[in-house]
Nanobody, 125 residues
Framework: QVQLVESGGGLVQAGGSLRLSCVAS????????MGWFRQAPGKEREFVTA????????YYADSVKGRFTISRDKAKNTVYLQMNSLKPEETAVYYC??????????????????WGQGTQVTVSS
């Protein structure tokens, strides 16, 4: 059974930073890609960023390139999302997710079979 637990959300002013963490259970952590998605009220859940199982490749939505950084720590079974220069429109619940299979596209949310409970990020203007 895979469990994902996010933390690190909160309230921050526009232009500020937050670092989200996602701790995963299971011994096959490094075999699967991990992603971060976000969902604002009334909107679809959207892709933010993802990282391959070995951490060698990362993918970003155009809207966050240059400001967000995803990383993973194999020893801690943890994936991080460093968010800088946050904007009010990025207020959302942020979810981490694990891919169903080692291969396949990273931007498609339906490729992910395990999701955390989400952590709220609120960016004030």
């Amino acid at each position: 059974q895979v469990q994902l637990v996010e933390s690190g959300g909160g309230l921050v002013q526009a232009g500020g930073s937050l670092r989200l963490s996602c701790v995963a259970s299971g011994r096959t952590f490094s075999s699967y890609g991990m992603g971060w998605f976000r969902q604002a009220p009334g909107k679809e859940r959207e892709f933010v960023t993802a990282i391959t199982g070995n951490g060698g490749n990362t993918y970003y939505a155009d809207s966050v390139k240059g400001r967000f950084t995803i990383s993973r720590d194999k020893a801690k079974n943890t994936v991080y999302l460093q968010m800088n220069s946050l904007k009010p429109e990025e207020t959302a619940v942020y979810y981490c997710a694990r891919k169903r299979f080692p291969s396949g596209p990273f931007e498609n949310r339906y490729e992910y079979g395990y999701w955390g409970q989400g952590t709220q990020v609120t960016v004030s203007s």
